[in-house]
DNA sequence: CTGAAAGCGCTAACAC
DNA sequence: GTGTTAGCGCTTTCAG
């Protein structure tokens, strides 16, 4: 049997669909009979409206994209998991998309799907593209971007301070004494970003210090994965002068580092003292947990989505803010070893 | 400025909707001459179909939904991964969903999400509903479900399968020499029937070997997680008879389970061999690397989308099958120790 | 407070 | 081959 329509509900409940309409958005004052005989009828039909034509006829989806490079990657199906519910308290839907950092399809993802009126708006990671790219892109898109980057007029930026992090991170490691401290995960191409403001709080950590950098111990990666913290780590223990202390740009490139290391049996903190970035739940229950910075992923889940709503229903376009969520160091044993408390 | 629709295009290159519509689904024939014209047309004014409207139309979403329990479990965000490009590669988009195993809020998805319109099938991994709660929902509903399962008649499952896969694990630890293998993430409620099949082959392993089965080393657990297998380990190790080995529900659970015994200083494999379930790549880079069951999560990603755009573009409703992918198990450190090949 | 009716942008009979 | 046109199901302006 055929779906039951809004005209159908109106039909059995003797009214028009305008009232009909009104009872199921709660939009205008409907008399209480009314109200009454109209939910009857609903409930009589099974009646369910339906989202695509409701979406058409006023021109939204009611979903919402979030793009991410990776989505096996910890990080980002954390945060997800933080972004969906937060979406959907607010009536809306997420469409996932993953682009492998392929940069074509991120842009074509900004380009169409807007247009496509496939979702109201994006919260995007972005690894492929550059600012000149979104730059290009229409700034009249509801776009929230993750992560720090250097300004952006017209989008949102939501992250946390990574040069300050890094900085910290790196400050730790000097703390403890360690004096060559190797940074796993720099990435000079103009996308990457992120990656460079770490790069610059890990020498700042050490200007601050008053300690020289030996810039062969800053390890460039192509991605941010176990792998990739294990092959840089295999050359620089290969090397005659190994590192002493690891700050890896993810906690993912920190495991995969603390892996190599252990499988050399070197010791971890004793010969090599390891930080990530990012807490994910993996790092404390590594052997032995890893320190790292852990930024507030609640709170840039809930702002990322609260700056993109805003943006959706504002009628003309919000300059780009830049939002800071905070964050903090936990020192576990891979750099404290196993006096300290967890 | 508005948007450029079908009819703009229509008008500009002189022809009628039909033609431009046509034109853009490659539909009908349509004479070379005309289609340059509504191509430069379309070209021109930026034209792009809005799939809002095209769905409406057609009574498609172009969507389809994948639920899992939750994201952030290594499994499960691994198996997404492969399933979004498998249902891009086909036109579709794919909606995700957690459900934290909330049955209500599981039913709630199932029951309507299919006549809001908002995608045109499920890929559904159940945690919270039994099978009872299914039997109820509609049968057309395009729905194939994750994991193995007793059979329904309606609906296809696709798994590996449990039993044999848990047999083979629990025969691994066996064949080691472990006598006192527990078991950590049995689930005897009605909603547990994948972990009750790997509570099974464990049973079955002991059969075969003509052990007894020491029931107090089945170790219940709510979710699968890695707190969840330490808070099990914890209790399993602070017993006068601990075990000399452990077979995890999945490779969270294990790591967990992991964690604790190198917690208390013991060593895996020497005095516990560990082995878990489902071949995440943490596993793989776990200190030791642990031992598992290795699902082939291509062959299922494909299979579920194939058969659920099967099931979405027959009329009239199939019936449910069973299929099982492969699967193998992979020896690591956790189980044979270092001598082993990886 | 409620009814009538005009779309939202596209698809697909049904003609020509 | 291509034009005409009636919907898809809902929202919403404009009357009443």
Redesign the pocket.
Known sequence: MR?A???DVAELAG?????V??V??G?????EP?RVKVEKAIKELGYR??VL??N????RSGQIAVVVPFLDVPYFSELLQAIIPRARERGYHVLIDQTDGDAAHERELIRRGARAALFDGMIYSPLGLAQEDLAESDPTFPLVLLGERSSNAFFDHVGIDDVEASRAATAHLIGLGRRRIAAIGDQPYPTGEAAQLRTLGYRQAHADAGLPVDESLIIQTLRFNRADGAAAMRALLDRDDPPDAVFGYNDTVALGALHEVLERGLRVPEDIALIGYDDIEEGRYANPPISTISPDKDAIATTAVERLLMRIDSKEPLPGIEVRASHRLIARQSTVGRAAPA
């Not at 009214?15 to 009232?19: D, G, L």
């Open positions: 779906d329509t809004l005209r009214v028009s669909a305008r009232t309409s009104n199921v958005n939009y205008a004052p409907v008399t009314t409206p339906n034509a409701r058409l006829a006023n021109g």
